[in-house]
């Protein structure tokens, strides 16, 4: 019998390191482990095995890998790479000798959580507000067709322009805490992509986005407190907050949100 089951044998309680242990043995070799799964193991009432699981989430004995559910295999965001399409790679190579501040965000970066990639789409690129123009110049003179993110109203317009997969969207930026190395945290692209989406009418359906949400959710743990951070410099922290609680708000209170809407619209 394992020292962790011994001593819930004996005296009924663990500290958390003991219940991590206990847990561990069950379930460190298995992708993901379930609400219930814990249950069993830690028999637990269930305010209190929330708790514990809350509990060991925050001080990293385990990993929430989807709605309920939890793992102890490392899912870091640093283990997972960025497909870059051949436009953003080139943009890469030939801004990487500049000594610009830029980053490529959106779809670049989350495109290894996508289920269906599309063939082309405007590529999303940051760079300081005071090296825009010069940034723009470079990629023009390399043949990269480039569109001032201010002359852009929305996407309709450029969604009619026949090589829309071939356009670089340049956005000013004072921001550039989030990125490293010419790329977008993952958290920072899905924001930067639901702001797009959301607010702009970027060429990707809501559906889409919520897969890649989930496969976020489901292959690494989401820093969703960076994430509501990232979303307030963009003015739609109420949108994410929102979106990473949703599995805590109540259907009566989606209700009441409903009902309030129509009667205030």
Do not use: C
Request: aromatic share 8%; net charge neutral.
């Amino acid at each position: 019998m394992s020292k962790a089951k011994d001593l819930l044998n004996l005296t009924g309680r663990l500290k958390l390191e003991d219940k991590a242990a206990l847990l561990r043995e069950q379930f460190q070799d298995k992708p993901d482990f379930t609400i219930s799964d814990a249950a069993s193991v830690l028999q637990e009432k269930q305010s209190t095995l929330y708790w514990t699981l809350h509990k060991l989430t925050q001080g990293g004995y385990i990993s929430r890998t989807g709605q309920g559910l939890h793992s102890f295999q490392n899912r870091g965001a640093e283990s997972i790479q960025p497909i870059l399409s051949t436009l953003a790679s080139r943009i890469l190579n030939v801004l990487g000798e500049t000594g610009h501040d830029f980053f490529i965000s959106g779809l670049d970066i989350l495109m290894v959580f996508m289920d269906h990639v599309p063939e082309t789409y405007p590529v999303l690129l940051f760079t300081g507000k005071s090296d825009a123009d010069e940034v723009a110049d470079i990629l023009s003179k390399n043949k990269i067709d480039v569109v001032p993110y201010t002359n852009i109203k929305d996407y309709s317009a450029i969604r009619r322009m026949s090589s829309v997969g071939e356009l670089v969207l340049l956005i000013p930026t004072q921001e550039f805490a989030y990125a490293a190395n010419g790329l977008a945290t993952l958290e920072k692209a899905f924001v930067d992509l639901y702001y797009e989406v959301s607010r702009r009418d970027y060429p990707l359906s809501i559906q889409e986005l919520v897969r890649i949400y989930l496969n976020m959710r489901r292959r690494m743990s989401l820093n969703t407190n960076r994430m509501v951070k990232i979303a307030s410099r963009r003015n739609i922290q109420q949108d994410i907050r929102y979106i990473v609680e949703h599995d805590a708000i109540t259907d009566a209170a989606m209700e009441f949100v409903n009902n309030l809407r129509k009667r205030t619209e």
